[in-house]
């Protein structure tokens, strides 16, 4: 059962978090946390946040809608905060993230939420400093629900392949149809990256969340899921 009290409470230690390593670091914060999470930064939001309302929705579709899930595993993962909600609520994930500074914070919030909110946390939930879809042989099988919620980084047409690949091996796919991998504004593209999904043998997308205005500081978007059929 999904816990919003959890959520709740997840989501305020997260915020300190954010707003206690921006006094410390100023604009030196990786802006991506910078300008979509704190109130100071981003005029959509009344207070600072922890969770992004993408995150919320993933965690809640992911608890009640996916118990063949044995692990969930985060690419691009950030500071981690979709895979400390979702090990918060009993699902052993890994939070793989290439940035070294980002990985320290992924550890440090960890740490945090651990002491603050649930000790077993540090038994659930796993940052992996490394490059997707090099580890994917460590973490990727029929088990697991591959996540790519935000991803800004460019990859070469090699690499990409090698990601689709890795993706063949997992139960299921969360993706965001407008930020995989590069930039997808335009509706045909994100439909062509739907279908290449589905000729890998994946089921039709379900919409985890899908909005069409600015949402407290993201863009118009689609999470979708996708189930692999064999």
């Known amino acids: 059962m999904y816990d919003t009290d959890l959520e709740s409470r997840a989501d305020r230690e997260i915020a300190a978090f954010l707003e206690e390593e ?18 100071a930064k981003n005029r959509a ?7 992004a309302p993408y995150d919320r929705a993933i965690a809640r579709f992911v608890v009640e809608q996916c118990p063949f899930a044995m692990r ?8 981690g905060q979709e895979s400390m909600l979702l090990a918060l609520h009993g699902l052993p994930t890994f939070g793989i993230e290439w940035l070294a500074d980002h990985v320290d914070m992924m550890q440090r919030l960890r740490r945090r939420l651990a002491d603050r909110v649930d000790r077993t946390l540090l038994e659930r939930m796993t940052p992996v400093h490394d490059w997707f879809p090099r580890c994917a042989d ?9 996540a790519f919620p935000t991803i800004s980084t460019r990859i070469d047409d090699q690499l990409e392949r090698e990601i689709f ?18 930039n997808r504004p335009d509706p045909a593209d994100q439909d062509a990256l739907v279908v290449r999904i589905r000729d890998l043998g994946f089921a039709a ?6 909005w069409d205005e600015i949402d407290m500081g993201f863009p118009p978007d689609r999470i979708v899921f996708m189930r692999r059929l064999r």
Do not use: C
Not at 45 to 51: I, R
Not at 73 to 79: D, F, L, M, P, S
Not at 171 to 178: D, E, M, N, T
């Open 22 to 39: 921006h006094a410390a670091k100023g604009n030196a914060l990786y802006p991506w946390y910078r300008l979509k999470f704190l109130a």
């Open 45 to 51: 939001l009344s207070a600072t946040m922890g969770l």
């Open 72 to 79: 969930f595993v985060e690419v691009g993962a950030g500071i």
């Open 138 to 146: 460590a973490y990727v099988d029929e088990g697991t629900l591959l």
């Open 165 to 182: 690949q890795a993706m063949q091996r997992a139960a299921g796919v969360i993706l965001s149809v407008r930020d995989f991998f590069r």
């Open 205 to 210: 997308p379900v919409i985890v969340r899908a």
